[in-house]
C-alpha cells in the first residue's frame, strides 16, 4: 500500500523543484526527502525521479503517480474537512497569502475577526505577484488574495478552486503636495501629464500593462518614465517630489504623508479575490476566515470610500 507521507513529499518535489527546496518545505533533511521518495519507488516497483549529481526531476511514471496523488490529497483532504465541520469549532492553522497592499490593507480587520477563536492560528504571509493561486492549488497556502486585471471570470482550474469576489480597486492618480493636481478644483486631464516625470512598476508587470493602456488612449507614452519595484517604493518617489504615479487605490488604505490622490477618467479596474481549494471550504477554520475576509474588504471598502468619494465594488 503506497503511504501517504510519500506521496504528500512527492507532490511538494514536484511544486518546489528540488530536493533541497522540499526539504527546506517540509522542514527534512534534503537526505530524509531522497531516502522517502527512494521508499515510495521501491513501493511502486518503478522509477520516479531521474536523478544526476545536481538535480533531479519526475520521470513519466512519477508524473503519472503525480496526478493520481494529487487525487488522494485532495481526497483526504475533503474528508478532513467534513469531519472537522461535524465538531463545528474552528480550530487549527490557516495560511493565507496576500500580495503586499493587499496584506497591508485586510490584516488588522482579519486579525479583530479572527482573535477571538481561541483554536485558530492565522499566519498571513505577503507574497510575490501571480504566485497566489499557485500557492493554494500546492496546499502551500489554504487561502489567498490574489488580482486580476483583465476583467475575464477567473479560471477555477476545473473545479478545483473557488474565488470569491472582495473588491474592486481601480487606479488612481498620485501627485505630491504642491503639484497644480493637488488642487481638486483643478480638472485631470490625461493628455496633458504626459509631459510629466511618472513612476511606474517595471514593464511586463500587470499594472504597468494597465497604465500603459490607460495613456495610450490618450496619445502615447510619457515624455519620461522611473521604473521601481514596489508600490510602497513608487510612493514614496511621488511623496518626494520626484514624480506623479497612477497607483491601485488600496495603496491609500494606509496613511500616505505627503500625497494626494485624484480619480482618473476611464480608470482601469483590478479585481480582488480570495481563492481557496474546493476541498477544504467545508472546515470551520476556512469558513470563518472566508468570512473574516469578506467582513475586512468591507472596511477597507468604507476606508477607501471616505478616502476617495466612491465605493470601489458592485
Do not use: C
Not at 59 to 76: F, K, N, P
Not at 87 to 116: D, N
Not at 152 to 175: E, F, I, K, M, W
Not at 209 to 233: K, S, Y
Request: charged residues 20%; proline residues 6%; glycine residues 8%.
Amino acid at each position: 500500500m503506497l503511504d501517504l507521507r510519500r506521496l504528500q513529499i512527492l507532490h511538494e518535489f514536484a511544486a518546489r523543484g528540488t530536493i533541497a527546496a522540499t526539504a527546506a518545505a517540509l522542514g527534512y533533511t534534503p537526505s530524509a526527502v531522497s531516502q522517502q521518495l527512494a521508499a515510495l519507488e521501491r513501493e511502486t516497483g518503478t522509477q520516479l525521479l531521474d536523478r544526476t549529481a545536481r538535480s533531479a526531476e519526475l520521470t513519466d511514471a512519477g508524473r503519472l503517480l503525480l496526478g493520481h496523488a494529487e487525487q488522494i490529497l485532495a481526497m483526504v483532504e475533503a474528508a478532513e474537512s467534513v469531519l472537522a465541520a461535524q465538531t463545528g469549532a474552528p480550530r487549527g492553522r490557516v495560511t493565507v497569502t496576500a500580495f503586499p497592499t493587499a496584506a497591508v490593507a485586510f490584516a488588522p480587520s482579519l486579525a479583530r475577526s479572527l482573535r477571538v477563536h481561541e483554536g485558530m492560528q492565522l499566519v498571513l504571509r505577503q507574497t510575490t505577484e501571480g504566485s497566489g493561486t499557485r500557492q493554494v492549488r500546492t496546499a502551500e497556502a489554504d487561502i489567498s488574495l490574489v488580482d486580476d486585471w483583465s476583467g475575464r471570470v477567473p479560471d477555477s482550474a476545473a473545479g478545483t478552486l473557488r474565488h470569491y469576489p472582495l473588491l474592486r480597486d481601480p487606479l488612481v492618480l498620485a501627485v505630491p503636495e504642491g503639484h497644480r493636481l493637488a488642487d481638486p478644483s483643478v480638472p485631470v486631464d490625461l493628455a496633458d501629464l504626459l509631459d510629466e516625470s511618472w513612476v511606474t512598476a517595471p514593464t511586463g508587470e500587470p499594472s504597468r500593462a494597465a497604465i500603459d493602456r490607460l495613456l495610450g488612449d490618450v496619445g502615447g507614452a510619457p515624455g519620461a518614465v522611473w521604473e521601481f519595484e514596489g508600490i510602497g517604493t513608487i510612493l514614496s518617489l511621488v511623496g518626494r517630489g520626484l514624480g506623479i504615479a497612477a497607483v491601485p487605490a488600496l495603496s491609500f488604505a494606509s496613511a500616505s504623508p505627503g500625497l494626494v490622490h485624484r480619480r482618473l477618467p476611464n480608470a482601469p479596474v483590478r479585481k480582488i479575490y480570495a481563492v481557496v481549494r474546493a476541498t477544504s471550504v467545508r472546515r470551520p477554520a476556512i469558513e470563518v476566515t472566508l468570512e473574516a475576509l469578506v467582513e475586512a474588504a468591507r472596511d477597507v471598502r468604507r476606508t477607501l470610500a471616505a478616502e476617495l468619494g466612491e465605493a470601489l465594488v458592485d
